[in-house]
C-alpha cells in the first residue's frame, strides 16, 4: 500500500486493515477458547501490533527526510516526531514490565475475568483506533469537518472503554474475589488495567486539546503535527492493549 495516497485511497486503507485487526481479533478469541494454543495466540498479537504501528502510527515517517533549515516546520516536525517515539518506547518499557510481572506471577493461569466482556472492551478500542485513523487522515487532507466528527466518535469509544474496564469490569472482578491487596492475581489485574486507564484518559484529554485547537484554526492539511501525535499516542494505548487482553482474558486456565 502507499505512503502518498488521495483521500478515498487512504480512507479505504484504513478500512482494510480495521477489517484485517477484527479478523485477527475474533480468530484470537476463538483459537483461545476451543484450542488454548499460547504461540498462536502471540503470532496473532505481534501481526496485529505490526499492522497498527505501519499503517496507523505511520513509524514509517521516522525515514522522511526533513528540511535543512531548523527554523522550518518540516524540520521541527521531524524532531517532534523522533521524540514523540522516544517517550513511546520508554513507554513501553512499563508496560512491558507488567507484562513480563504477569507472566512471572501468573505463568499459565489467568483472572477469573469475563471473557464477553473483555472481547466487547477490546473490540470499542479497536474501532476507536480506526475512527482516530479517519480523523488524522481527514485533517491530512483539508478535512476538517471529517476531522472533528470522526475525532468526537474516537473520544466516546474511548470513554466507553474506560468506562467499561473501570465501571463495569472493576466491580465484576471484585465480585469475583479479585482485590488489589487480596492476592496477586488482583494486584496484577488492577496494575495493568490501571496503568493502561490512565493512559486512556490521558489520550481523551489529547483528543479534547486537538479539537479545541482545532476549533482555534491552529492545524491545516499542511500544517497537522498535534493531530499525528495525538493520533500515533492513541494508537499505541490500542497497541498496549493487544498485548494485555490476551495475557488477561485468553492465555492459560482460570486460577
Given at each position: 500500500m502507499s505512503h502518498t495516497q488521495d483521500k478515498s485511497s487512504a480512507f479505504q486503507?484504513?478500512?482494510?486493515?480495521?477489517?484485517y485487526l477484527a479478523a485477527l481479533t475474533a480468530l484470537e478469541y476463538f483459537v483461545a477458547v476451543v484450542f488454548t494454543a499460547i504461540p498462536i495466540l502471540v503470532l496473532i498479537a505481534f501481526i496485529?501490533?505490526?499492522?497498527?504501528?505501519?499503517?496507523?502510527?505511520h513509524i514509517y515517517k521516522l525515514n522522511e527526510e526533513s528540511d535543512s533549515d531548523r527554523d522550518s516546520y518540516s524540520y521541527k516536525t521531524g524532531s517532534n516526531r523522533f521524540g514523540l517515539w522516544l517517550f513511546l518506547l520508554s513507554d513501553a518499557f512499563v508496560f512491558g514490565g507488567l507484562l513480563v510481572s504477569?507472566?512471572?506471577?501468573?505463568?499459565f493461569t489467568r483472572p477469573p475475568l469475563n471473557q464477553t466482556l473483555g472481547l466487547a472492551v477490546t473490540a470499542v478500542l479497536l474501532l476507536s483506533s480506526f475512527f482516530m485513523?479517519?480523523?488524522?487522515?481527514?485533517?491530512?487532507?483539508?478535512d476538517k469537518k471529517g476531522f472533528v466528527v470522526n475525532t468526537m466518535i474516537t473520544l466516546a469509544l474511548g470513554l466507553g472503554f474506560l468506562l467499561g474496564v473501570v465501571a463495569v469490569e472493576w466491580p465484576n472482578a471484585?465480585?469475583?474475589?479479585?482485590?488489589a491487596s487480596g492476592n496477586v492475581a488482583g494486584g496484577i489485574f488492577y496494575m495493568m488495567t490501571g496503568m493502561h486507564a490512565f493512559h486512556v484518559f490521558t489520550g481523551l484529554i489529547f483528543l479534547g486539546i486537538i479539537l479545541n485547537n482545532n476549533?482555534?484554526?491552529?492545524?491545516?492539511a499542511e500544517k497537522h503535527w498535534g493531530v499525528e501525535a495525538a493520533a500515533v499516542y492513541w494508537?499505541?494505548?490500542?497497541?498496549?492493549?493487544?498485548f494485555f487482553y490476551p495475557a488477561l482474558y485468553?492465555?492459560?486456565k482460570l486460577l
Open positions: 486503507q484504513g478500512i482494510v486493515i480495521f477489517v496485529k501490533v505490526a499492522l497498527v504501528m505501519y499503517y496507523y502510527m504477569r507472566i512471572n506471577l501468573l505463568g485513523n479517519r480523523g488524522e487522515t481527514a485533517m491530512a487532507h483539508g471484585a465480585r469475583e474475589g479479585l482485590t476549533r482555534k484554526g491552529v492545524y491545516s494508537h499505541f494505548v490500542d497497541l498496549v492493549w493487544i485468553l492465555i492459560g
